[in-house]
C-alpha cells in the first residue's frame, strides 16, 4: 500500500465489519473472494458509502459476474444491434460515473463527515459484569450537586488538522502497554475524532489504552466533547489524560466517562503506584471533560452544555514533570475487542493566569 493512501473503508458482512481497508486492499479481498461486490461499505464515521462495486468503480463488479453475449433480435443484423444502445446500459454507466465523482468529491473533503444523533434516552444501565475488587474506585468522594460550577474557561477550540494516514496533526497515536485488540484513530477537517481502543484497563499499576498524545509544557486546560462510546464492558473508558510519560506505569490524571454514565478522576502518584478515583454520575451522551493543570494541582470537570461544569475532584501529582504527555484515551476493558469513541472540540490551551 503506498504510503499515502489511507486506511478509510470498512466492508459490513454478515459476521461483522472488516478493515479498516485503503481502496488497494479492497481490490485485493475481492479477487481473493474475501469479500464480495455487493457488500456494503462505510467509512470510519459510520457513514455509508455504498457497495464495494460502487466504491471500487464498475469494473471491480464486472470481476464478479461472468460475461453473457449480447441477445439480438430474430432478423436483426449485427451491425444493426450495434446501432441500438441498449437505454438501461447507458442509465447505468451514467448512474457509475456520478457514484464515483461523488465518492472522489467525498474524500477529497467536499463533504464533512455526519454528526451522529444524540442520544434520545439517558443511560442509565448498570455495569452487567461487576468488576473484581481491586478494580473499583477505592474510596469514593461524593460530589453535591449543589456545588458550585467552576469558572469557565472559553478557549477557542481549534479543530484538529488531519494527516493523510487520519491523525491530526501535532499527535502521535499508541497502543499504551501494548493493549489488544490493537485500535486505530481518524480525524477529518471538521475537528471530530474516532479513537478505537482496546486493552484491560486504565487502572491498577499500569495501564492498557489507546492513546492520542502530544507533549504538553507547564500549566495547561484540555477541553473535550464526547459525544458517544461503545459498550464494551461494565468498566470501559474513554476520556482525557495527561501522564508523566508514554511509560504504562507512568503517573498520571485523567478524566474519563464510562458508558453507563459514571464519570471518574483517576490519579496515579507515581511509575508502578496503584490508582485512585473519584466520581459522579452524569448519565447519556454527548458530555463535556476538562482537565486544568495548575501549579502542580489537576483538576477534573464535566458539563452537560460546556458552558456550567461540575467538580469531579482534585488532585496533586508528585510524579508529574513540568513537560509532560497529553491527550485523548480509550479502553474497553475487554481484550477480544475494542471500544469506538467519538470525539469533538478538543483543545489544549495554556491555562489563564
Not at 453473457?68 to 436483426?76: F, L, M, Q, V, Y
Not at 458552558?307 to 475487554?334: C, E, F, K, Q
Amino acid at each position: 500500500m503506498p504510503a499515502n493512501e489511507a486506511r478509510l473503508y470498512f466492508v459490513v458482512t454478515v459476521k461483522g465489519d472488516l478493515g479498516p481497508f485503503s481502496k488497494g486492499e479492497l481490490r485485493e479481498q475481492l479477487r481473493a473472494q474475501s469479500i464480495l461486490g455487493h457488500d456494503r461499505v462505510r467509512n470510519a464515521f459510520g457513514r455509508p458509502l455504498g457497495t464495494v462495486g460502487e466504491v471500487l468503480g464498475a469494473s471491480s463488479q464486472m470481476m464478479q459476474q461472468p460475461a453473457h453475449p449480447p441477445s439480438r433480435r430474430s432478423g436483426a443484423s449485427p451491425a444493426a444491434t450495434a446501432r441500438r444502445p441498449a437505454p438501461l446500459a447507458i442509465v447505468a454507466v451514467a448512474i457509475g460515473m456520478l457514484v464515483i465523482l461523488l465518492l472522489l468529491w467525498a474524500m477529497s473533503g467536499g463533504a464533512p463527515a455526519p454528526l451522529p444523533p444524540a442520544p434520545t434516552q439517558t443511560q442509565t444501565q448498570q455495569p452487567a459484569t461487576p468488576a473484581p475488587q481491586s478494580q473499583r474506585p477505592a474510596t469514593p468522594v461524593p460530589v453535591p450537586a449543589t456545588a458550585t460550577p467552576a469558572t469557565p474557561v472559553a478557549p477557542t477550540p481549534t479543530p484538529a488538522t488531519p494527516a493523510q494516514d487520519g491523525i491530526p496533526s501535532g499527535f502521535a497515536y499508541l497502543d499504551l502497554g501494548d493493549a489488544r485488540p490493537k485500535g486505530s484513530v481518524a480525524a477529518n477537517a471538521a475537528g471530530l475524532i474516532v479513537l478505537n481502543g482496546g486493552g484491560a484497563d486504565i487502572w491498577g499499576e499500569r495501564d492498557e489504552c489507546a492513546f492520542l498524545h502530544r507533549r504538553l509544557d507547564g500549566d495547561a486546560v484540555l477541553t473535550v466533547q464526547l459525544r458517544s462510546m461503545a459498550d464494551t464492558d461494565g468498566w470501559d473508558k474513554a476520556g482525557l489524560m495527561l501522564r508523566a510519560s508514554t511509560d504504562p506505569a507512568s503517573a498520571h490524571v485523567s478524566i474519563i466517562a464510562i458508558h453507563s454514565g459514571l464519570v471518574q478522576l483517576l490519579t496515579r502518584q507515581g511509575i508502578g503506584h496503584s490508582t485512585g478515583a473519584t466520581h459522579l454520575q452524569l448519565d447519556g451522551f454527548p458530555i463535556w471533560l476538562r482537565l486544568e493543570r495548575r501549579a502542580g494541582d489537576v483538576t477534573g470537570y464535566v458539563s452537560r452544555d460546556g458552558t456550567a461544569w461540575r467538580l469531579v475532584g482534585t488532585s496533586t501529582i508528585d510524579g508529574l514533570p513540568a513537560s509532560a504527555t497529553a491527550g485523548l484515551a480509550v479502553s474497553s476493558h475487554n481484550r477480544s475487542t475494542t471500544n469506538r469513541a467519538l470525539f469533538s472540540d478538543l483543545a489544549i490551551e495554556p491555562a489563564p493566569r
